[in-house]
């Protein structure tokens, strides 16, 4: 009976896939995504992709695929053409993986996509002009690939784009001046690749324009002075042909340099008139319109072709002569890059050639009026300049963390996934990625929790960087000092044969002394400091560095985040016993119940242990030997013992009132 019964499975699979046209889309997708099957594994017939079946796939509420994000998983397959069934996906992330071959021309069938990540990986052949019927496309990354031919004209119609990467790339032909007729063009990066001709002018108009990067590639003419005004955003280093009139490293352009300045072929003088040369007849019969008297005699007729012959042969010895120059000058031409990453790509033993270089001049890209708490004019703009300093760009946080890889998490929850990263100047950070939707949704709210974040300073607080929204993300980054020890949990409930994690008496007394310093420092008013209720004090929330200093992490992220989202993270608090009694029915946090938290882990630390049950009547009896951790081998001050037994005891009071402040805990347990 049993290949009758498996018979019938795949039956049902088969009829199953089949019926949702969706679904067999997304095991097409899999098949060529992941030929092997290392990777995709979750991706399975009888999954759900809307109900967390499918890694990296979101829906959206009509119960669509609406996300891919599979950035980072070691994929090394292809695109496969079936992508086009997705049509309600607004985010395709493929960057960071090693893909072969080309882009399917399919993919423009995505017409709801605003996001399109293929950048850094192993792709091929042209960029299909279809993509220019993409309308809601808004950030296109095909750099770091190996893709050939010219740009296509057509991308000049994504009336909504705001980024375009297309650096690193083995790209010919002209830079299309209908590049210039993007409104909501932000960045424009076309460096490093084979690109010919000059600079349209079009492009320094561009009212949005903030970044415009054309090194390494072998442009002439003369530079349009309206790029003046991006600054240090306009890079055009080795491109030797270059000329112009205010920017320093440009010599002044000859009357060679100015024969056809902005206008290369093969985008003509009809380019910027919007007419594209694949508009242009091939050939024409003139004697058609040739009526009566308009019409020339037989005689003029000949020497007006002759005429053309002489200027078309011409033309053609001047390119065929202007590409020799180009070709000789590309040999000679060193091309050296301190963002271009090799065919090996970015491995984790190999970051600091990378990331140790300066910082991108473009600042948050990704902002946008949808979700953007510093914008110019917004409500919340009068602290535009207190959190200025603080602000990363979607770039610099995407690199750090090499582009999200599985490879560098060091956590995830329901609403916020950490990362290990390297910033380019080699320090080393932890990245907290919070879904948009669990962020408070006023922005003058959400402005004056980052505020508060970016003031909060103290050698026992883990220490913010800064931070990063991305509208296209649907997510905000926050870039914390990493700390290498990790948290406090990993050094309770360890066993014997784990002597690393068993720490002694006075490492002990240290952190617990650390983690009063810095809920004190919380809880005190000061100048540019308002008094602060951390909310959720926990072992996890206590990281150790190499000196074996406590650092509280999440200080202050309650003020960034959704009161549903804060109300659920008191589920592990209240299980844990870290939540306060009165909590239960005042349904408020005080200074008073951050002090009943840090009292539940004074006896954690002390016994060495998670489960901390019942020791309230341990300590009543005074009998030490049984709360103080078995593993120190009675190696401890047991008058120091009974003193911070007795501080723990009175912390964790039933009644609030009972319990000191945190400042009177310090003078307790003194200031050493």
């Known amino acids: 009976m049993a290949f009758p019964l498996l018979t019938l499975s795949l039956l049902f699979f088969f009829h199953l896939v089949q019926g949702n046209p969706e679904l067999r889309a997304l095991m097409e997708l899999k098949s060529s995504l992941d030929p092997d099957g290392h990777y995709l594994s979750s991706w399975t017939p009888g999954g759900d992709p809307c109900r967390g079946h499918f890694e990296g796939v979101a829906c959206n509420e009509h119960g669509k695929v609406a996300n891919i994000s599979l950035q980072g998983k070691g994929l090394s397959g292809s695109i496969s053409p079936a992508v086009k069934e997705l049509r309600c996906l607004s985010g395709l992330y493929l960057h960071y993986n090693a893909l072969r071959g080309e882009i399917p021309k399919e993919i423009a069938n995505l017409t709801e996509l605003t996001d399109l990540y293929l950048n850094v990986n192993n792709l091929t052949g042209g960029i299909p002009s279809e993509i220019g019927n993409m309308a809601s496309l808004q950030v296109l990354q095909l750099c770091y690939n190996r893709l050939t031919g010219s740009i296509p004209t057509q991308l000049g119609i994504l009336s909504k784009l705001s980024v375009l990467a297309l650096q690193s790339n083995q790209l010919t032909g002209a830079i299309p001046a209908s590049l210039g007729d993007l409104p909501e063009l932000v960045r424009l990066d076309l460096s490093f690749n084979k690109l010919f001709g000059s600079i349209p002018r079009k492009l320094a108009l561009l009212p949005q324009l903030l970044v415009l990067d054309v090194r390494n590639n072998s442009l002439s003419g003369d530079v349009p002075t309206d790029l003046q005004r991006l600054s240090k955003g306009f890079q055009f280093a080795n491109n030797k042909g270059l000329c112009g009139i205010g920017f320093s490293s440009l010599q002044t352009c000859t009357s060679a340099d100015l024969l056809n300045p902005n206008r290369p072929e093969p985008y003509g003088p009809n380019a910027s008139a919007g007419l594209l040369p694949r508009e242009i007849p091939q050939s024409a019969d003139l004697s058609r319109n040739c009526k009566g008297s308009r019409c020339s005699n037989g005689s003029k007729s000949s020497a007006i072709v002759v005429i053309i012959v002489v200027i078309v042969v011409s033309i053609g010895g001047l390119i065929s002569g202007l590409l020799v120059f180009v070709w ?120 004056k929790g980052l505020k508060a974040l970016t003031v909060l300073r103290h050698e026992n607080l883990v220490g913010l960087k800064g931070f990063c929204c991305s509208r296209g993300r649907g997510e905000c980054f926050l870039l914390y000092d990493f700390v290498s020890n990790g948290s406090l949990s990993n050094y309770l409930d360890a066993k014997d044969d784990e002597k690393e994690k068993i720490l002694d008496w006075s490492t002990r007394v240290s952190i617990i002394k650390g983690i009063a310093k810095g809920i004190e420092y919380l809880h005190s008013s000061r100048v540019n400091k308002p008094a602060l209720v951390h909310q959720s004090i926990s072992a996890d929330k206590i990281l150790i560095d190499q000196a074996f200093v406590p650092k509280l992490s999440a200080a202050g992220l309650h003020k960034l985040l959704a009161d549903d989202v804060v109300f659920s993270t008191l589920k592990a608090s209240a299980a844990m016993g870290y939540l306060a009694p009165e909590y239960t029915t005042t349904g408020r946090f005080t200074e008073k119940s951050d002090v009943y938290s840090f009292g539940v882990i004074m006896f954690q630390i002390l016994t060495g242990k998670t489960k901390v049950t019942h020791l309230r009547l341990t300590v009543d009896s005074g009998q030490l030997d049984d709360l103080i951790d078995k593993k120190l081998s009675k190696c401890f001050s047991i008058a120091e013992a009974a003193k911070l037994a007795g501080i723990a005891l009175v912390c964790t009071s039933e009644i609030p009132g009972q319990r000191p402040t945190m400042e009177a805990v310090l003078q307790e347990l003194g200031s050493n």
């Open 328 to 447: 000789y000058r590309r040999r000679k031409q060193k091309i050296g890059s301190a963002l271009e990453l090799s065919d090996s790509r970015l491995s984790t033993d190999q970051p600091k050639e990378v990331f140790r270089k300066s910082a991108s001049p473009l600042i948050n890209l990704d902002y946008s009026n949808g979700w953007d708490p510093l914008a110019e004019g917004g409500s919340s703009n009068e602290f535009s300049q207190e959190v200025q300093s603080f602000r990363f760009n979607l770039e610099e946080v995407e690199c750090a963390t090499q582009y999200f890889s599985e490879v560098n998490l060091l956590g995830k929850s329901n609403f916020v996934s950490t990362y290990k990263g390297m910033l380019r100047d080699g320090s080393l950070v932890a990245v907290k990625s919070i879904t948009k939707t669990s962020c408070k949704t006023e922005e003058a709210e959400f402005l």
